[in-house]
């Protein structure tokens, strides 16, 4: 018989977020939680998604839906879904589903705001370790910036709430899941903390090693080979900082800007890049990654863009990356496509570089964009 998976040593604090979170959730026994991923899932929020699911269950909540808004556009996440079964349920609105009493939050502290319908439902845990410009609201909110993925936090509520075991085969599904999502979000576990690691050392026992070493595969899509062309040809190098801008993107494929972003920062002269295209028709969005111990992505892209009309920013990040998203509006009705790319262009350089360089000239080859 194996054991479950042994428990880590928790510091009072870390057994009272842990109680502090089953708390929360007993408001839930009976109820339907609905976990709405933000953005385009990514493996750390789809497999803190199905932890907080199994823990649910475990906790007597009658029903636990994860859904999504945007594309699951990266190939390694489509794998991920796919070769563990999991059940993730694309949505536009709340009402899509049944009668939802309330919203648990995974690796995002905000509602993805495409999400139409969500009234005023209350949401009952936020579970985070991206740093939040405005203190998020919640029965439970465990918001946690020294880990290098919710991943981590989850593991630690499963030691206490709900022991993985090998024996079950949902048990390996939902294990293999945080181990690819503590993996993708510390860069192979080049960026983990001393809890991150602590906490892969718990679940390696439980892990389908085969299923971890297929979604760990890293290929790369004709397209995104495609995109990383277009990056190189369009790239302007100011000092050690460099950005390009890829023309347009489609929905399904706007991770290729992140993956153009994660090979140009491999240049030895630069140690910041910031790569972005017109990703649907309906927005600017790109890919800061850094190596630069001055750059604080979140901080940085701020100087840049700025904050919406609600105060919130365009963009966020963590130590050695970022994105953002900037809706293009009615310039996305636009016809033709290379006066609309020429627009976007010379905004973005304008924004990006004068962080940069201040208010020296800026120049460079600017490329036609993809018909």
Request: proline residues 5%; contains cysteine.
């Amino acid at each position: 018989m194996s054991e479950p998976v042994r428990r880590l040593a928790l510091t009072p604090a870390g057994t009272e977020r842990t109680r502090a979170f089953a708390e929360a959730l007993s408001f839930a026994k009976g109820k339907h939680l609905l976990i709405p991923l933000r953005g385009h899932p990514d493996p750390d929020g789809i497999a803190s998604a199905l932890a907080q699911a199994h823990i649910a269950s475990r906790l007597g909540v009658s029903k636990t839906t994860i859904a999504y808004t945007h594309e699951l556009s990266h190939r390694e996440n489509r794998a991920l879904v796919k070769l563990l079964g999991l059940e993730l349920r694309k949505i536009k609105s709340v009402k899509e589903v049944d009668p939802v009493d309330f919203i648990g939050l995974v690796d995002a502290h905000d509602i993805e705001p495409d999400l139409a319908d969500v009234g005023t439902t209350e949401v009952l845990t936020i579970v985070d370790h991206h740093r939040a410009n405005i203190p998020p609201k919640a029965r439970c909110v465990d918001l946690r910036l020294d880990v290098g993925a919710t991943a981590t936090i989850f593991v630690e509520y499963l030691n206490e709430l709900a022991p993985l075991t090998s024996e079950s085969e949902d048990d390996r599904r939902i294990a293999t899941a945080l181990m690819h999502g503590l993996s993708t979000d510390t860069d192979d576990f080049t960026l983990a903390r001393a809890v991150d690691f602590r906490a892969a050392s718990q679940i390696a026992e439980v892990c389908d090693r085969d299923l971890l070493q297929d979604l760990s595969r890293h290929l790369i899509a004709p397209h995104a080979m495609d995109v990383i062309a277009r990056s190189l040809s369009a790239l302007v190098v100011k000092r050690s900082f460099a950005t390009s801008g890829v023309g347009f993107v489609a929905d399904a494929e706007r991770d290729t800007i992140a993956q153009a972003a994660d090979f140009l920062i491999r240049r030895e002269d630069i140690d910041t890049v910031v790569v972005y295209g017109v990703v649907g028709e309906r927005y600017i969005e790109g890919s800061l990654r850094t190596h630069s111990a001055s750059v604080d992505p979140a901080a940085w892209l701020e100087q840049a863009f700025g904050v919406d009309e609600k105060g919130r920013p365009y963009g966020g990040g963590r130590r050695d990356k970022g994105g953002f998203r900037i809706p293009i509006g009615f310039l996305g009705r636009a016809t033709d496509r290379a006066s609309l790319w020429s627009l976007v262009e010379h905004a973005m350089r304008q924004a990006l570089l004068k962080v940069v360089i201040g208010d020296e000239p800026v120049t460079g080859v600017m490329v036609a964009p993809p018909t």
